[in-house]
């Protein structure tokens, strides 16, 4: 069992940067996919950035060059640097928690076990 918790939302101007942090306890992530996915109002949860105890990683599209994912496994903790950010940013965004397997789909949300409450990131213009 996996508790996750994310940390580091808050209020940011357009262009501007904040990290988020996700630290979980219960087990040793070295073996985890980490996920962030977020959802803004009225809209789906939405795939942002994935990375592996390999170092493989994966961005959607609409946050590739702007957001960094990395991990430190020793403590069980991933971040989010979000960079450049814009308004489409807005949203509730949430730590995920997945098993590696074989082939394992990053970008899919049913690939992750464990979920964090979320917090709150909004972009002003």
């Known amino acids: 069992q996996v508790q996750v918790v994310e940390s580091g939302g808050g209020l940011a101007q357009a262009g501007g940067s904040l990290r988020l942090s996700c630290a979980a306890s219960g087990r040793t992530l070295s073996n985890y996919v980490m996920g962030w996915f977020r959802q803004a109002p009225g809209k789906e949860r939405e795939f942002v950035a994935s990375s592996k105890s390999s170092g493989s990683t994966d961005y959607a599209d609409s946050v590739k060059g702007r957001f960094t994912i990395s991990r430190d496994n020793a403590k069980n903790t991933v971040y989010l640097q979000m960079n450049s950010l814009k308004p489409e940013d807005t949203a509730v965004y949430y730590c995920?928690?997945?098993?590696?397997?074989?082939?394992?789909?990053?970008?899919?949300?049913?690939?992750?076990?464990?979920w964090g409450q979320g917090t709150q990131v909004t972009v002003s213009s």
């Open positions: 995920a928690a997945g098993r590696w397997i074989f082939n394992i789909r990053t970008m899919n949300g049913d690939s992750y076990n464990y």
